[in-house]
């Protein structure tokens, strides 16, 4: 009979010695797969936090004139932004260009702005909360000028001044851009966009609070830390933000940051 021999005990201690070995170094590789993902994911969102709040800001602010800056500093600007664009009739019977639904569904008017061309002046704002009364194409096609294709027409409230047929025109709402304390994420600083009559929200968090807007002013080639004065002479922004990702990496106790610099020059810009 043969007699099957077993593991001895000095065997059986380096088995299991080897196995700790094996299974701490497998140990080791995933926690350091898991941290790289996690701060991989976290550097992302911190990215993903600034481009996001470029793109939002980045469409309103280029249509931005200059004499539209009603308030501003190094956390926050208050500005007219335009978001119908058209032209005068006579009276103050106006054709606008095609606007998307929902943008003139949610737009809060505050007011119009004209420029004279006879006198080749700049923008004079009208304040105002009475929404344009829906005009007829026919008062335009009167004075000489033929309603653009697909467009509307309103008539506007205070009446215009004397104009020549053709002049530019703009519906404007009021927002401010802030950098503020963060409701979302309570002790970061968040971009804000707070509609004068409408929305208050925060629409990219968070950031470092060294997050500012510095100013571009006529005749100059970099951005400056205060606004000048008078405002009318800045012609650009320069967001300057830096995202920061919600949660902090394993091993650390800060969370991941990703910096970006966006300079935006306005399109209306006429001296």
Known sequence: MTRRRGFTLTEILIAVVMLGIVGLGISQLLVSQMRFFSRATNQRDARSVSRNALNIVRDEMRMIEPRGITAASDTSITVHVPYAMGVTCTGSATTFVPLDSLTRANAVFRGYAYRDTSLNSSYTYVASTTAPAVGAG??????????????YSVTLSPALPSLPSGA?????????????????????????????????????VPFEN??????????????????PNPLNTITGIELVLVGESARS?????????????LSIFFRNAVY
């Open 138 to 151: 026919a008062t335009c096609l009167a004075a000489g000028i033929t309603p653009i294709a697909a467009g």
């Open 249 to 261: 990496s394993p091993g650390t106790n800060t969370p991941e940051s990703s910096g970006v610099r």
């Open 168 to 204: 530019p025109i703009f519906l404007y709402q009021t927002i401010t851009y802030s950098l503020k304390a963060s409701t979302l994420v309570p002790g970061r600083t968040a971009l804000w966009r707070e509609v004068d009559g409408g929305p208050s929200e925060e629409i990219a």
């Open 210 to 227: 060294t997050a500012i807007f510095r100013f571009y002013v006529s005749g100059g080639t970099t951005s400056q830390a205060s606004p």
